[in-house]
């Protein structure tokens, strides 16, 4: 199985910026989507951003307009690049990735981002 490593996470004052990368173990074929998902303290993973194949892109509502998805299809690197940040940005940052068959549906450990001042 594709493994999945986050990385650039860390602390942050609120409105400065961050940017994650998430880059598989392996090749990665017929990608369907790749996505970041956020797992806040006390609170149940949500969506933040995903991109399909065809570069069509996803936000949540609360990032949009200061975060940026995007994806190097030669490499299947994904990436956050993260601005303007608010203290409610906080939480652990999870890279995921599911194929067009579902062959493939996997998740990394994550990266912790703390926005605070």
């Known amino acids: 199985q594709v493994q999945l490593v986050e990385s650039g996470g860390g602390v942050v004052h609120p409105g400065g910026s961050q940017r994650l990368s998430c880059a598989p173990s392996?090749?990665?074929?017929?990608?369907?989507?790749m996505g970041w998902h956020r797992q806040a303290p006390g609170k149940q993973r949500e969506l933040v951003a995903r991109?399909?194949?065809?570069?069509?892109?996803e936000y949540a509502d609360y990032v949009k307009g200061r975060f940026t998805i995007s994806r190097d299809k030669t490499k299947n690197i994904l990436y956050l690049q993260m601005n303007s940040l608010k203290p409610e940005d906080t939480g652990v940052y999870l890279c995921?990735?599911?194929?067009?068959?579902?062959?493939?549906?996997?998740w990394g450990q994550g990266t912790q981002v703390t926005v605070s001042s």
């Open positions: 392996g090749s990665i074929f017929n990608v369907y989507v």
């Open positions: 991109t399909f194949n065809d570069d069509r892109t």
């Open positions: 995921h990735v599911r194929t067009w068959d579902g062959r493939l549906d996997s």
